[in-house]
């Protein structure tokens, strides 16, 4: 029920069957595409009536063991949990299109293959786009600023920088004002909001994983623009553009777990000069 950052992954309770339920699907559109995922149903089809099919059913009963395990009683479901079952997905998916000769043309063939390249380039180029590079110029501009900042934010070795704990923004946000700017990372915020360890229902604070109510109601407040300290500068995201992506990101903020967007706020009533105030010091 409790980790080192406040509640643990049990602390979902009933809400992880939505999530869990949710997350199947998920995971096999964004690590197959939506054209594969279509042919899925086909395939199962196609398998029920092979009159000797009882040895494949026999082989992929593993298959259908794991998924139910991981939609109703798995408590940790990490996207990577679900990676065994897309062999099998994407071998039924075969078995679909081969099963529906009627699409078997040129144009359609070249689309079907050209889909997976296209959502894999779009997958790898977040890693080539990751907004901690742009992130990079900001800190040149802003040389000797004190700065607050989340995990995954990754500041410069130069940078005069110490990881932010929301508890400096409670009350009078004393601790909080002795930087000039706080930056936030999707990957470590997004725990106040729907996403993959969540599910979609998050009206319930402390059902929340991986943080505590307290510090969802911070990160909330300050992307909102209702935290009376913080005033938005500036918002570096992750910019995608195949559908799955963009229907993930919709639902759930971006897809890939180590690059996500980058929000800077600035302190304001925040010292002249930070570096002089007790308590901070470059990390």
Not at 187 to 204: H, I
Request: hydrophobic share 50%.
């Amino acid at each position: 029920m409790t980790s080192a950052f406040g509640s643990g992954y049990a602390a979902i309770g009933w809400h992880k069957w939505l999530r869990n339920l949710l997350n199947l699907p998920l995971v096999l559109m964004v690590g197959l595409g939506l054209p594969a995922c279509i042919f899925i149903p086909a395939g199962l089809r196609a398998l029920a009536r092979e009159r000797r099919s009882i040895r494949a059913w026999l082989c992929l009963a593993p298959v259908p063991a794991f998924a139910l395990f991981m939609v109703f009683l798995s408590p940790v479901t990490y996207y990577r949990h679900y990676l065994p079952l897309l062999p099998a997905a994407a071998l039924l998916s075969a078995l679909g299109l081969f099963a529906t000769r009627r699409v078997w043309r040129p144009w359609f063939m070249a689309f079907f293959f050209l889909w997976p390249a296209l959502l894999a380039v779009d997958l790898v180029g977040d890693y080539h786009r990751d907004p901690r590079i742009a992130l990079r110029q900001w800190f040149g501009e802003h040389p000797g600023a004190p700065v607050f900042y989340s995990y995954y934010v990754n500041p410069p070795p130069a940078a005069l920088g110490r990881l932010f704990q929301p508890e400096y923004a409670a009350g009078d946000a004393a601790a909080l004002r002795q930087a000039r700017y706080l930056v936030l990372s999707e990957n470590w915020y997004d725990t106040a909001f729907a996403n993959e360890l969540n599910g979609p229902l998050v009206g319930d604070l402390s059902r929340l994983v991986k943080t505590r109510p307290q510090y969802a109601r911070f990160y909330r407040d300050a992307l909102a623009g209702r935290h009376p300290y913080l005033a938005e500068e500036m918002s570096i995201p992750v910019h995608n553009f195949m559908p799955e992506l963009l229907l993930h990101r919709w639902l759930y903020g971006t897809f890939q777990l180590f690059v996500g967007d980058l929000r800077i706020f600035r302190v304001l009533d925040s010292a002249e000069s930070g570096a002089e105030k007790p308590g901070f010091r470059q990390e």
